[in-house]
């Protein structure tokens, strides 16, 4: 017969569930509904960390997220609809940040700020979830950049060439075309899969954009993320983290994904949105200090990393076509180079409207050969040359044979324009791209 001590039992998993289960759930109750503010006593909670408030008369509670500190009061931003909220209504605790439901089947869907489908395909079919707020990549463990990628689009292979795991921004003012030459890249670029992100654009964009510039082909490899203008300040932020945090998923399963962010800008706004309601002062033109101090955490999370890359495109809208305002000037001294579209090329019908002169990429002559660099230098020469004279060129002030440098950027500037310009369904190879830049330029 067995003694009591033969039966040995391992209580040690149990003990260590048990210590890890919250047995106690954490309350709190809303105060004061100020703006787009909800002041809540208690629960304790952390930054970002996201709530439910039940509502009165409702058995859907309301996601709020955690956006501040005021006294003993906590600060929330709601993510859903407001109404239903009062004074006295149930805030709980959930203990996590907002999570999305990432996994090979999001190609090809389209969803919202929130990672949710927004295309009438049924839910998400994921294999696991990933924080919408992340941090970089040690810097230390990125590898550098010496590989090209490709675009599609022969004024950036040619003269502002791609690393792979580079970050750049087009930089312009509205109705200059940015839009379209984000969906020439979506559909051209050889990156395994593209991953759009339009924060704060127009409703009735989102179907133009994916049915007519995107296409079924584009639209295939592609996860869109959209968080329109009409849609709560925290959600168009959050829609800016939603689109990275894809990104980084199907980065981490060893892909070389491309990233597109229509705009950064509207990133910005929705930040000082926040930033206002909560009490932070205005500084720059009205942007609040969390703003530029958000940024770099969102635009570092692209690029490469031990496994994978992410090459990445914001755009910019400029206000007023001034290039040295607040939210440009901070995003150009955070990345890899800027892409500038021009007014003045647009109306002269030359697309994309990309002013070679005022771009440039930072990692040019890390990813492309000698002969390259030599006959994309040749081409900055001529238009360079041309710009400088084209004033006396046009009122015939000029006179042939005067100068030799301004003679050949006069013969060859109709050539250089037309290399320039790219239909929209006018894909091009990267190598076919580059041998008729060295041609011509010889």
Do not use: W
């Amino acid at each position: 017969m067995k003694k009591l001590e033969d039966f040995k039992i391992n209580f040690e998993p149990y003990r260590n569930a048990l210590e890890a289960t919250p047995l106690v759930k954490m309350h709190g109750k809303v105060t004061q509904l100020i703006g787009l503010t909800i002041e809540s006593e208690g629960p304790s909670v952390q930054m970002d960390e996201l709530c439910y408030i039940y509502r009165k008369n409702s058995p859907n509670p309301c996601r709020a997220e955690v956006v501040g500190f005021k006294g003993n009061k906590v600060l929330l931003m709601p993510i859903d609809d407001m109404s239903g909220i009062a004074p006295g209504c149930e805030v709980r605790a959930t203990g996590n940040p907002l999570m999305i439901k990432v996994g090979p089947k999001l190609l090809g869907r389209v969803l919202d700020g929130l990672g949710e489908p927004i295309d009438g395909k049924g839910p998400i079919e994921y294999e696991t979830e990933y924080p919408v707020i992340n941090n970089p990549p040690n810097p230390f463990q990125r590898p550098t950049i010496k590989k090209p990628m490709a675009l599609g689009v022969r004024a950036i292979d040619s003269l502002l060439t791609f690393g792979t795991g580079q970050r750049m921004g087009i930089f312009a003012g509205s109705g200059v075309g940015k839009s379209t030459t984000l969906s020439m890249i979506a559909r051209n670029t050889t990156a395994d899969i593209n991953v759009l992100t339009l924060v704060g654009e127009r409703g009735r964009e989102l179907r133009d954009f994916i049915e007519k510039d995107l296409g079924p082909k584009g639209l295939a490899r592609s996860v869109v993320v959209v968080a329109t203008s009409d849609r709560p300040a925290l959600v168009r932020m959050k829609g800016a983290y939603t689109g990275t945090a894809v990104a980084e998923y199907f980065r981490d399963q060893g892909q070389d994904v491309f990233l597109m962010m229509d705009s950064v800008t509207r990133f910005a706004m929705a930040q000082r949105e926040i930033g206002l309601a909560i009490g932070e002062p205005p500084a720059q033109k009205g942007y609040t200090p969390s703003v530029f101090a958000k940024m770099p955490g969102l635009l570092e999370r692209a690029g490469t990393a031990p496994k994978g890359s992410i090459t990445a495109i914001y755009t910019v809208l400029v206000d007023g076509d001034d290039m040295t305002e607040p939210i440009a000037d901070n995003v150009r001294s955070i990345l890899d180079g800027h892409i500038v579209l021009s007014r003045k090329i647009a109306h002269a019908n030359r697309y994309p409207a990309i002013d070679i002169l005022q771009s440039v990429s930072r990692l040019f002559n890390a990813v492309t050969t000698k002969e390259h660099r030599a006959a994309a230098s040749k081409m900055r020469d001529v238009l360079s040359t041309y710009k400088d004279n084209e004033d006396l060129i046009n009122i015939g002030a000029y006179k042939d044979g005067s100068n030799p440098k301004v003679d050949y950027a006069k013969k060859m500037i109709d050539p250089v324009y037309t290399f320039l310009k790219q239909g929209i369904d006018e894909p091009t190879t990267f190598d076919d791209t580059i041998q008729r830049l060295i041609n011509m330029m010889n």
